[in-house]
């Protein structure tokens, strides 16, 4: 009895699977065609390197500190091995937070990111949603993203029809 049930709804799944129409894209390949992307993620680049510079001046700080620390430990009364281990660790506690601050998931680049990145993406959803509608397509895959697809024909890719809706050409 089961194998009968089995077998009818593998038969429905594979009869509905064939009424259903898919597509392909590469997203990494829309994205390298689009220079706008391109010079959002060198700003984005360079706001990184900006910012982990500060994070990292800060930690240098701190490390520093603790070497003279270490140096100056045996002339120091308690109070003042107190008060500069509280020093110490108020700086270690300002880099930890700076780096929170600009790369934590709700931080600064994230917010960066969403704000140069985001237009692109949309207008990219946008455009495929509008080949999909047309098409008649009921589900479009990445294939970029690490979905294990292993082969894909190139007659459902639809990424070079996306870059001439968005006004790129495949070069």
Request: net charge neutral; proline share 2%.
């Amino acid at each position: 009895m089961k194998k009968i049930i089995a077998t009818c709804l593998l038969a429905f799944l594979a009869i509905t699977a064939q009424a259903q129409k898919f597509a392909l894209l590469d997203m990494e390949y829309i994205l390298k065609h689009i220079p706008a992307y391109e010079r959002a993620n060198e700003q984005l680049n360079q706001v990184s390197k900006k910012w982990q510079a500060e994070v990292e001046a800060l930690n240098t700080e701190a490390s520093t500190m603790y070497k003279n620390y270490q140096n100056e430990v045996v002339f120091l009364s308690q109070e003042q091995k107190k008060a500069k281990q509280e020093e110490i660790m108020n700086k270690e506690k300002e880099a930890a937070d700076l780096k929170k601050k600009y790369f934590g998931p709700e931080g600064e680049l994230f917010k960066k990111r969403e704000s140069l990145m985001g237009p692109i993406q949309e207008e990219i959803y946008n455009v495929v949603k509008e080949i999909s509608e047309l098409r008649g397509y009921s589900l479009v895959i990445d294939r970029a993203s690490d979905t294990g697809i292993i082969f894909g024909s190139p007659k459902i890719d639809i990424s070079n029809e996306v870059l001439q809706k968005l006004g790129y050409t495949n070069n």
